[in-house]
Nanobody, 123 residues
Framework: QVQLVESGGGLVQTGDSLRLSCASSGRSSSSATIAWFRQTPGKERDFVAGISWSGYNVHYSDSVKGRFTISRDNAKVYLQMNSLKPEDSGVYYC??????????????????WGQGTQVTVSS
């Protein structure tokens, strides 16, 4: 079991920065791959960034590469978001894959999910 709680969302302007946090707990949390997904109304959740249980491997979607940084510190995973754009807006979900197999980009592989945090970037 893994429990996930996101925080750090908010309303910002284009070009601003935000840092999202995902606090994890539970028996499998330390060995789980953690990823961030973004969802906008009427659309599926899209992969944003992921980090392996060790923290050594990371993967980003093309749309955020060079602007977002994912990191891991014990039981917390952070998503530092710089140079934000309106298209970065959405509900950001933290997800955990307890199986050691790389960093999946599909939601199907993630067994545990947080409640989400809203990020809104105004133009």
């Amino acid at each position: 079991q893994v429990q996930l709680v996101e925080s750090g969302g908010g309303l910002v302007q284009t070009g601003d920065s935000l840092r999202l946090s995902c606090a994890s707990s539970g028996r499998s949390s330390s060995s789980a791959t953690i990823a961030w997904f973004r969802q906008t109304p009427g659309k599926e959740r899209d992969f944003v960034a992921g980090i392996s249980w060790s923290g050594y491997n990371v993967h980003y979607s093309d749309s955020v590469k060079g602007r977002f940084t994912i990191s891991r510190d014990n039981a917390k995973v952070y998503l530092q978001m710089n140079s934000l754009k309106p298209e970065d807006s959405g509900v950001y979900y933290c997800a955990a894959d307890p199986v050691v197999r790389g960093i999946p980009v599909l939601t199907d592989y993630y067994e545990y999910w947080g409640q989400g945090t809203q990020v809104t970037v105004s133009s």
